[in-house]
């Protein structure tokens, strides 16, 4: 709220004329001291940042963490410390591949990143509403996502770009075939469950390290929009889930999500003896393995009071962990802990997690200083560098992480030996015969209609190519597919 009714300069000084110009009589010229003008016209310029390269339509709230299970067996980590604990968030949902004013109902997957402003710092888990991704090593993340925007000669989506990608790459498939299916066009926000698709790690009280997945599972229940609906909505509603989020909590809907984890022991994670890497992010842990543990429920009760300030400057890394959260040796976990920091300090500056939205409420304590917008008083008169003989600082060794035991060889690896690191069908094939005939209908329908998009001299090349992966996920996805694409399979090298 404002504290005073007067208008004023940035500075501060009180000025009465904001709608005319000084000039040299009623018609002008104008004059170069009118620094109002100046002020007005050049912040305006500068009222765009960078967007995101990728999720940069999003929207968000605040809301309450709450535990509702004991699982401190697992971890240490405070936010977990007790049943009823409570636990202040920020949730930013999004879509991925469109520009800032993109429809809201795009088919794509949903961002779905989460800051938990814990006493041991803020601990973000920055996520989708998709289990897997569409690749496991970082290297490859610029180029499947040039795929995904604008081609660079028609500066049009490119459905050929796409589906040429994705067929090169059949570590895709889990991945695309959730993108193709009901759950590619969430009704809005609020109906979609959330995972925080990495593998990461907890440790216990005894330095135990144990692996998890964590899962947000929807408390308003799954509900989707078919392709058709979706375009429809598109035209009639752009900002349809901004909408839907606002409306709700400004409503007093809240809605809720239940957070569940999966464990499995450093044991089980290091005994090769499993059929797939528990690291690798086209994968999940199949339930009947691994079971969901209730942990607790995640409300959102909390419009922001302005959307530029707390969601556009909303900064989330993976890379930011608590005491009793680890990483793992995901690959794509292991690059997003460079990238994401990374584009915030392009985006943002080098100190943007002293925006207010970013900056963890309780006390941070280090020797960084100086850098643009530094606004948290930068250290005062306290040493800026350690060791010194001046301070206090204490290293407190029980937030030492126990050691990971690694036995390898440095490459840049690609285990094609290894039966399950190549196994690209079984997941979405168990993925389509869990979907009852009407999804597997909508599924096959849709992915028609996004194939149809594919044109050009490679037209068919790809298509075969893509059809002979639909064919090994599923034979009768395969021949429906064809079918609807006109496609004479005796023709398929398969
Ligand atoms: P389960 O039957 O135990 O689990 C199936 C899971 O699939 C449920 O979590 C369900 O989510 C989810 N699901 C159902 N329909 C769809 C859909 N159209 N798109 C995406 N997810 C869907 O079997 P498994 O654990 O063995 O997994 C079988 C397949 O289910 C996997 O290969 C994977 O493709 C998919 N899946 C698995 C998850 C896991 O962590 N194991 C998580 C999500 C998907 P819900 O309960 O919310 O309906």
Redesign the pocket.
């Known amino acids: 709220m404002k504290s005073h009714n007067k208008l004023t300069t940035a500075s501060g000084r009180p000025f009465v004329e904001n709608e005319n110009s000084q000039s040299i009589g009623p018609r002008g010229p104008l004059l170069l001291q009118d620094y109002i003008l100046h002020e007005k016209m050049a912040h305006f310029n500068r009222e765009r940042i960078p967007e995101r390269v990728v999720h940069a339509k999003g929207s968000g709230a605040f809301g309450t963490f709450t535990v509702t299970h004991d699982i401190t067996k697992y971890t240490k980590a405070k936010v977990f410390s007790g049943i009823g604990k409570e636990t202040k968030v920020l949730l930013r949902f999004s879509t991925v591949g469109g520009e800032k004013g993109s429809a809201d109902t795009e088919r794509d997957p949903r961002g779905f990143a989460i800051k938990f402003y814990t006493e041991d710092g803020n601990w973000d888990l920055v996520g989708n509403n998709?289990?897997?991704f569409f690749i496991k090593d970082p290297k490859k993340f610029g180029d499947f996502i040039h795929t995904q925007k604008r081609d660079p000669y028609t500066n049009m989506k490119s459905p050929t770009m796409m589906w040429d990608y994705w067929s090169l790459n059949p570590e895709s498939l889990?991945q695309v075939l959730?993108l193709m299916?009901?759950?590619g066009t969430p009704y809005g926000y609020r109906h979609m469950?959330g995972?925080g698709s990495h593998t990461f790690s907890m440790i216990n009280n005894a330095n135990e390290r144990f692996y998890v997945?964590f899962?947000f599972?929807t408390a308003q229940g799954?509900k989707n929009f078919t392709n058709e609906e979706a375009a429809q909505m598109k035209a009639h509603d752009m900002d349809f889930s901004q909408r839907d989020l606002i409306e709700n909590i400004d409503a007093g809907n809240f809605p809720k999500w239940n957070l569940k984890i999966?464990v499995m022991t450093e044991a089980q994670a290091n005994s090769q003896e499993y059929y797939f890497n528990p690291f690798d992010l086209t994968k999940?842990?199949?339930?009947?393995d691994f079971p969901l543990i209730d942990v607790g429920v995640l409300e959102l009760n909390q419009n922001p009071h302005n959307y530029f300030q707390d969601i556009e400057q909303a900064a989330f890394a993976p890379a930011h962990i608590v005491n009793g959260i680890g990483y793992s040796p995901d690959k794509m976990l292991q690059g997003r802990l460079l990238s994401y920091p990374d584009a915030h300090r392009y985006r943002l500056g080098a100190n943007y997690e002293q925006i207010p939205v970013n900056r963890c409420p309780f006390a941070t304590n280090n020797y960084q200083r100086d850098g643009q917008m530094r606004i948290d008083g930068n250290g005062g008169e306290n040493p800026n560098y350690y060791p010194n003989s001046f301070d206090d600082m204490k290293i407190d060794p029980a937030y030492k992480e126990p050691p990971l035991e690694v036995q390898s060889t440095i490459a840049d690896w690609y285990d094609r030996n290894c039966e399950g690191e190549n196994d690209h069908y079984t997941?979405?094939g168990?993925?389509f015969k869990?979907?009852t005939p009407k999804?597997q209908e909508n599924t096959v329908h849709n992915i028609i209609s996004a194939m149809s998009g594919i044109e050009g001299p490679k037209k068919s090349e790809i298509i075969n190519r893509q059809l002979c992966h639909w064919y090994r996920v599923d034979g009768r996805l395969g021949a429906a597919v064809a079918d609807g694409l006109g496609v004479d399979v005796d023709m398929l090298e398969r």
Request: charge should be positive.
């Open positions: 998709t289990p897997v889990h959730i299916s009901d759950r469950n995972y997945k899962h599972k799954i999966q999940v842990w199949p339930h009947a997941q979405p168990n993925l869990i979907m999804q």
